[in-house]
């Protein structure tokens, strides 16, 4: 009797092992944009401000519109989901790839954090992409929404007949 009781802990303790490692802190969805943080756990960021908020986004364009929306916050910390281990590290000690045939998420030109230059040099060998730090990541991401919002605009005069000359 004793056996089967050990054995039936050891049973559920292994089965809450793997539905926590499936576990991503609140919130599920994307602030931003309503995706499924759990799904993009090894893109997922959490920005926290230092009036004790804090944001789960996605991505890193997520986080980027939702800085944005906080402008003013002082940011305290900003962490991202390692690509391999979907732990959360320090967004700006982790080794950033920016580009290569790997899809990203929300973006056209992916960005993605590794805990370890190893694991980031390895997908570059596998991907492709470029080695870079968190500022360069922000600053691609920055840029690339910006774009965006302008061709937006661009799209829109042209539909109201506004062209430029």
């Given at each position: 009797?004793?056996?089967?009781?050990?054995?039936?802990?050891?049973?559920?303790?292994?089965?809450?092992?793997?539905?926590?490692?499936?576990?991503?802190?609140?919130?599920?969805?994307?602030?931003?944009?309503?995706?499924?943080?759990?799904?993009?756990?090894?893109?997922?960021?959490v920005?926290?401000?230092?009036?004790?908020?804090?944001?789960?986004?996605?991505?890193?364009?997520?986080?980027?519109?939702?800085?944005?929306?906080?402008?003013?916050?002082?940011?305290?910390?900003?962490?991202?989901?390692?690509?391999?281990?979907?732990?959360?590290?320090d967004?700006?000690?982790?080794?950033?790839?920016?580009?290569?045939?790997?899809?990203?998420?929300m973006?056209?030109v992916?960005?993605?954090?590794?805990a370890?230059?190893?694991?980031?040099?390895?997908?570059?060998?596998?991907?492709?992409?470029k080695?870079?730090?968190?500022d360069?990541?922000?600053?691609?991401?920055e840029?690339?929404?910006?774009?965006?919002?302008?061709?937006?605009?661009d799209?829109e005069h042209?539909?109201?007949?506004?062209?430029?000359?």
């Amino acid at each position: 009797m004793k056996k089967l009781s050990i054995a039936v802990l050891l049973i559920l303790s292994l089965g809450a092992i793997c539905l926590a490692a499936d576990m991503v802190e609140g919130p599920v969805d994307c602030k931003q944009c309503g995706m499924d943080r759990v799904k993009l756990a090894h893109s997922r960021m959490v920005v926290a401000y230092a009036d004790g908020s804090s944001s789960g986004t996605c991505s890193i364009n997520c986080v980027v519109i939702d800085m944005r929306e906080s402008k003013g916050k002082e940011v305290k910390s900003i962490q991202v989901g390692d690509y391999n281990t979907k732990k959360l590290i320090d967004a700006r000690s982790a080794a950033w790839v920016i580009g290569g045939s790997k899809r990203g998420v929300m973006t056209d030109v992916a960005k993605w954090a590794f805990a370890d230059r190893k694991d980031a040099d390895a997908f570059i060998g596998q991907y492709g992409g470029k080695p870079a730090t968190f500022d360069e990541a922000l600053k691609a991401t920055e840029k690339e929404l910006a774009d965006e919002a302008q061709r937006d605009k661009d799209r829109e005069h042209e539909r109201h007949g506004d062209h430029k000359m």
